[in-house]
């Protein structure tokens, strides 16, 4: 499978909710540059980022545009995220079922047919203003 079609597998167990198929062509060294705060090394911490998500957010990602580079192991994905704030998490609004639309990207980059690192970037203020 060709690295664009790897970032496509990803996105679309994402938006099946299948944790396992995302973990499953992610490398044992991932590294996960969030938003927000530290970035997260190793599949471990990613499956806890993941697990947490799951519990607090349910989201969706429509619109869904990659872009390729010259070096096919660059890609990026704009998306919308079509979202339901569950769980509040610390330091964040209260959360009551709240729904949320918002432009998001990624950068991803693949090796050896695995997802090495996740660089996603959204509007935090943006968000907190919709949850608010």
């Not at 396992?20 to 090394?41: A, C, F, K, T």
């Not at 610390?90 to 090495?116: M, N, T």
């Amino acid at each position: 499978m060709n690295e664009l079609n790897i970032v496509k597998t990803y996105y679309t167990h994402f938006n099946n909710r299948n944790w396992q198929g995302m973990l499953d062509i992610v490398s044992d060294d991932i590294i996960h540059y969030p938003n927000e705060g530290d970035p997260r090394h190793g599949k471990e911490l990613f499956t806890q980022f993941l697990q947490k998500m799951d519990t607090a957010y349910s989201e969706k990602l429509t619109g869904m545009i990659f872009y390729t580079a010259d070096d096919p192991s660059k890609i990026a994905v704009q998306f919308t995220v079509n979202g339901i704030y569950k769980i509040a998490e610390d330091g964040l609004p209260p959360a009551h079922g709240q729904s949320y639309v918002l432009p998001a990207a990624a950068f991803l980059e693949v090796s050896d047919g695995k997802i090495r690192s996740v660089t996603t970037y959204y509007n935090l203020h943006e968000w907190i203003e919709k949850v608010s």
